[in-house]
């Protein structure tokens, strides 16, 4: 069982920035940082596999850098340029190569972004 603890939500305003951090017990394949906010469907901000393999969703494009260091098994997500809509619960996700789901998961985040 892969342990994932995050850190580092709180409250902005539009146009800021903050940085969230995720700690795993164990290397694993891909990391991945979710978000649901109110009233719509959890999705994926952005991945990160050992290989250094990445992906962004179109909606963060430009302004959220994500990075792992693998010999830490940490994960991190800079955000900048931040809107309200980027507001919402932000989940640290995991899988191993052989998962097609993300199995492991975070208590979760929170960022507010005010106008």
């Known amino acids: 069982q892969v342990q994932l603890v995050e850190s580092g939500g709180g409250l902005v305003q539009a146009g800021g920035s903050l940085r969230l951090s995720c700690a795993a017990s164990e290397s694993i394949f891909s990391m991945g940082w979710h978000r649901q906010g109110p009233g719509k469907e959890r999705e994926l901000v952005a991945s990160?596999?050992?290989?250094?393999?990445?992906y962004y969703a179109d909606s963060v494009k430009g302004r959220f850098t994500i990075s792992r260091d693998n010999a830490k098994n940490t994960l991190d997500l800079q955000m900048n340029s931040l809107k309200p809509g980027d507001t919402a619960m932000y989940y640290c996700?995991?899988?191993?190569?052989?998962?097609?789901?993300?199995?492991?998961w975070g208590q979760g985040t929170q960022v507010t972004v005010s106008s």
């Open positions: 990160v596999t050992d290989g250094g393999s990445i």
């Open positions: 996700a995991a899988r191993r190569f052989i998962e097609n789901e993300w199995r492991y």
